[in-house]
């Protein structure tokens, strides 16, 4: 059973752009990883976990990190891994071309030395980042791969519930022929986004300006602040030429593989989603990463409720468990030398979707429970069926 | 479905001491994770995470990767984090007695710049630790804790499947009262072990010399090597006292916290267990870790039993899939460009412990399969029924 021990939070400051990521912190990034797990299986892609540590012959970038081992040999800290995959390709080069497409992707730690870390998990200096690296025999089919992989971006920031916006953006250090960025608009937002009411086009400004529509030059136009939570980038052959990841056609020639890069924020969709949620007093999470779904408070100690209601609390517990989508995703909160209101404040302090307080309603014959529902800000007061069908109806 | 794709393999050199990890060998590394991560709950341990990025002010090391960022601040690549979790303790002191027991731990990268890194992934520079910490309001309770935490080690590794031996050990540079290692005895471990045959002490060797026994100085004494895969230390107050760590006891006086602290080697267990198991030419994975647990080889296109076994494949792989312990842990290996034979000799290189033919004997009226259990060198031909039936049984 979870009874909810000391609660330590879910992130706390490290050192400037660092942080320590807290059991709830943890708990909101499992579910997150595991949602992309489950969209990244859909499409075959296969998952692996690139180092850190890379040799920093390939690199010449600003904003690295960079360390030399006791062989007096350099490293960096990687914030991104096109060299690192393209490599690994190249050394198994050349594959047929009846092994792709190829999609490989990690959720690990990056690192960037900002020169301002800031908005906490939105912008740190150690964060952690999904990046996804595809191959294709032909431009043909990356095209094709990065339509695909940009539908399935979609499905999982749809499932976030958060709204969001596809726009154009520069292709920068990264390279490649196009790419396009995800963002939700919020006023903290470090980009500035152009929206066109006439042709709907949508862009970052940095290509395209703030004055006018780049496409239909229309000045009708919307700009908002937004924060980057992807960014896809069609590569063409720009890493697998200079690396040598080559493949086998069928007429047995040697040709380059075409590549797609997309890099999706974890730590800081869980910042920025947090961010454009959450009431000044009152964190709000998108169901599917709240730590804990449903935290039911039990009576205050030496209470008549406390008596009365003995045994509900953990029965309770058991039943919503066993509903599908439920288990593991609850929490009582049976602290009992603190008063019920105080418990029922720290749990809308933290977010809990569901709060269900075992009240004086609780003790009477056919006991009713007071369920708060935070997202929509209405309270019930249903006996266990009614409370079980509840939570069946809402999954 | 899991169909065999490209297969990258388990783990590839990507420079001195450090690691790409590889499709195969990310989802034995999950597999241990969420294996370890039920141990803990079991315990009521939480789960947090702390950076690898650490202000280099509190150490005084060797074998430390260090860094300096662009404000000349210096950094540390953290091998281990008992100054990092005592700190955050100690910046919520003093908490009321009542919060504790509690533990809390990481499964993260770590790193030591090791003046020779070696035997793969069992030395290398960037690795997986699991570190437990533990807080305790006195001696008796920390002891307490720590014969617990001991006990959930030992269920770890049993679950593992692989004999292993728990040794009185050093301190060390860690510090503490009392401390053990858990060990697989293998010849190409880099510790010494002694086990006395006259009183049953177990230790390791830098702190009891290899002649007699230290405990009841018999010479009836074997040495052997051994691999370490956790090490567990009774840490007292030293970390606590200089850092501040303290609480409130029952007479709201303030006290230091008694600690330990539990390290357990996730990119070393799984190295050194494939090195514990295998045999020269094939694999051998812990059943509990194995990527997949069974693969499916479908005929050779063109085959007499491509046409005759049409769509049983399919039909084998949806029934194996829905039963207890085997969802998404099959493989259907249906690259029917390559013979059976080339497919059953690689399935036998990377380890699945089951591997199922669909040979001759499958295009008879009641279909039978080949079913090769590696582990112990079983062949069995069964139908549908009696297949479904035999994994049931060994589940």
Redesign the interface.
Same mark, same amino acid.
Request: proline fraction near 6%.
């Given at each position: 059973m979870n009874?909810l +021990?000391?609660d330590?939070g879910i992130i706390?400051l490290? %050192?400037p752009g @660092?942080?320590?990521?807290?059991?709830l912190?943890?708990?909101a990034l499992e579910k997150l990883k595991s949602l992309i797990d489950k969209e990244m299986h859909k499409i075959?892609a *296969? !998952?692996?976990?690139?180092?850190?540590? #890379?040799?920093a012959e390939l690199w010449e970038k600003t904003e690295l990190? #960079?360390?030399t081992? !006791?062989h007096k040999n350099l490293?960096i800290?990687s914030p991104t891994h096109e060299e690192?995959i393209t490599d690994?390709l190249a %050394? @198994?080069a050349p594959?047929s071309y009846?092994?792709f497409p190829?999609r490989?992707y990690q959720i #690990? %730690?990056k690192?960037r030395?900002e +020169?301002k870390s800031r908005f906490g998990l939105m912008r740190g200096? *150690?964060f952690l980042m999904k990046d996804l690296y595809t191959f294709d025999i032909d431009m043909e089919n990356a095209e094709q791969t990065y339509s695909e992989i940009i539908k399935s971006y979609e499905n999982i920031l749809t499932k976030l519930g958060i709204g969001f916006s596809q726009v154009l953006a520069a292709t920068g250090n990264i390279g490649g022929l196009i790419s396009h960025e995800f963002h939700y608009t919020a006023d903290v937002g470090e980009d500035k986004l152009l929206f066109c009411s006439n042709c709907n086009y949508k862009g970052n400004v940095e290509i395209s300006g703030q004055d006018y529509c780049p496409q239909c030059k229309s000045t009708k136009i919307i700009v908002r602040n937004g924060i980057e939570v992807a960014h896809t980038f069609l590569l063409g052959d720009k890493y697998s030429k200079s690396l040598n990841a080559t493949y086998l056609d069928r007429n047995g020639l040697i040709a380059n593989l075409q590549m797609g890069c997309y890099g999706l924020g974890i730590s800081r969709i869980l910042g920025a989603a947090v961010e454009v949620l959450s009431l000044e007093q009152e964190l709000r999470w998108p169901l599917v990463l709240a730590p804990y779904k449903v935290v039911i408070i039990a009576p205050k100690g030496g209470s008549k409720e406390e008596v009365l209601t003995s045994g509900l609390d953990q029965e309770l517990y058991d039943n919503i468990d066993k509903l599908d989508g439920y288990t593991g995703n609850i929490l009582l909160d049976d602290r009992n030398?603190l008063t019920i209101g105080k418990r029922y404040l720290e749990a809308r302090r933290m977010g809990y979707p569901y709060i269900i307080v075992i009240g004086s309603k609780a003790t009477e014959t056919n006991p009713l429970y007071e369920l708060n529902e935070i997202l929509t800000n209405k309270q019930h007061f249903l006996d266990k069926n009614e409370l079980l069908q509840h939570f069946r109806s809402i999954q």
């Open positions: 009874r +021990m000391l330590l706390k490290a %050192s @660092i942080f320590h990521l807290l059991p912190g943890i708990r075959n *296969q !998952r692996l976990a690139l180092p850190a540590l #890379t040799p990190f #960079t360390l081992d !006791r490293y800290l690192a690994l %050394s @198994i594959l009846k092994n190829l490989l #690990t %730690s690192y030395d +020169m200096r *150690q030398h």
